[in-house]
């Protein structure tokens, strides 16, 4: 069984104003993230360079994490948290520690409704308080096979089970979405993962949001690993607006909406 360094660290606030389309708040109950997805934007917006250098190794669990929700709740107005935003709320701590578990009943109880976005399966263990609460559930679905997640998402749930997890709270009544990203022309662009996305998001009345992948400077460092230089040229220069164009309209040909994640 692989192992993760678990550490604490003080926490301030739990609740940060979010500037991300339908979300008012995030509500980030980890520091760090052990899914190790390679094209994670995280290590370059973080600010702390030992962290960015162990993101995707380690996760540190938040002091107090749960007292400071609800102090940070009681002094706000009630609008929509996005749960999580740079960490996954499912990732493998939370089988055993249950922080997002608590977390979400919290929220539900002083009328927060939730947007979860995850990429694990765990999320269904949840159904018990998703279901009876104002919340929403998000799952990262980037393409059909295994060996894209092998490649890019090491940590991260089997495709095949988050789409169980999917099926799993859509029949329950739970709102579902899939977050189609991001798009990296040549790895998860192929009619296939087309074709499979638009299939779920249609038998589970899920709404599709996508984006293309933004290469900023540490990831374009990390995707070496896996590119040559001449593979990321080509893909920094893909036209994104061509295949978004063709993406929207296999979606209406499936009867599913979809957007642009950041439009
Ligand atoms: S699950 Fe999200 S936060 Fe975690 S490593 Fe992957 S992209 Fe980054």
Redesign the pocket.
Known sequence: MMRWAVSTVPCKCAVSKSRLPGLEYTFNPYRG?????L????PDIMRNPSLSST??RSAAVKEDILCKLKDDLRRLKPGVVGVST???PY?PLEGSLQITRQAISVLSEMSFPVSIQ??SALVARDADIIRGGDVEVGI?ITSSGESFRARF?P??SPIADRARALNELSSMGVKTWIFYGPIIPGSNDLPADIEFIVRLAGETGSRVLYDGLNVKPMLHKRLLSVFTEGEMERITKFNFNAFYGAFESECRAGGVKCRHAFA
């Open positions: 993230c052990t899914h190790g997805c094209y994670c934007y995280v993101w995707g740079v960490t996954d990732q995850t990429k990262t998402e940590g991260a």
